[in-house]
């Protein structure tokens, strides 16, 4: 007998703070139901179901990072003593490599957020090599507004 046992954890979308401020109670909509002696999670028909973020992997994005962080380290070990030197034996134009090695000045949770295909939509490589702040808050707030103007063409 297929008879769905149903717990009702309380209204959608509306997080509970307990008190003290450090308990949070979240209700989520689901049934269970018995199926050939398993139990199954059922969401309401007339609920959005809720997944996480596909991550967007922009290979560009992702090259330009790591290549940014490898000439660093070849700059920072003495492998090379300039950027023009580094230049010419990448065969690549140093303004290019320039533009790139700012990319090393990005804020830890932006180049994380890129490595891991999470940057904001719309974020492209020339918004990156303008000129980036220098304060990491400064620099999200940037790169958000950039990306909404980007979506928005």
């Not at 997080?15 to 949070?24: C, E, V």
């Not at 967007?56 to 790591?66: F, H, P, S, Y």
């Not at 932006?110 to 303008?130: R, S, W, Y």
Request: charged content about 25%; aromatic content about 4%.
């Amino acid at each position: 007998m297929n008879r769905p046992t149903t717990l009702n954890l309380g209204p959608i979308g509306q997080p509970k703070l307990s008190r003290d401020g450090r308990t949070m109670v979240v209700s989520i909509p689901f049934s269970l139901q018995r199926s050939g002696g398993r139990k199954r999670v059922v969401t309401p028909a007339n609920v959005d179901v809720w997944a996480p973020e596909k991550p967007q992997v922009d290979n560009t994005l992702i090259k330009a990072v790591v290549r940014a962080h490898r000439w660093r380290n070849m700059l920072e070990s003495n492998m090379f003593t300039t950027v023009r030197d580094l230049a010419k034996a990448e065969k690549i134009n140093e303004s290019y490599l320039s533009r790139v090695l700012r990319l090393t000045l990005l804020s830890p949770a932006i180049t994380e957020a890129i490595l891991n295909g999470l940057q904001p939509d719309g974020l492209e490589l020339a918004q990156l090599f303008k000129s980036i702040p220098a304060e990491w808050d400064e620099q999200q707030v940037l790169i958000s507004s950039s990306a909404r103007k980007a979506r928005a063409r």
